[in-house]
C-alpha cells in the first residue's frame, strides 16, 4: 500500500494495482531472485513538504515493513 499526501493529486500507477491510499494486487508468488516493481506517479498541488509512505506486507512478515520518504514538492 502506498499513501499519498492530501495534496497529491492526478495519480497514476503502473503495475499490479487498484488510487489517496493506492493499494496494489497481492503477489501469489515471487520466484528467488526475481525483482517487482511499482512505479506511482504523482502531481503536486502546492507547495510543501510532504511525507509519501509505503506500507509492504506479506505472511512472510510478523509485521509490515514501513518507509516514509521526506520530499519537498513544487
Known sequence: MAKAPPNYGNKKV?????VQEI???????????TTVSW?????ALKRD????TVRLSSDQLTRPN?????TFQY
Open 14 to 18: 503502473v503495475g499490479p494495482k487498484t
Open 23 to 33: 493499494l496494489m494486487e497481492p503477489l501469489v508468488r515471487i520466484e528467488p531472485r
Open 39 to 43: 512505479r506511482v506517479t504523482v502531481k
Open 49 to 52: 513538504d510532504v511525507r509519501f
Open 66 to 70: 514501513i518507509d516514509v520518504e521526506s
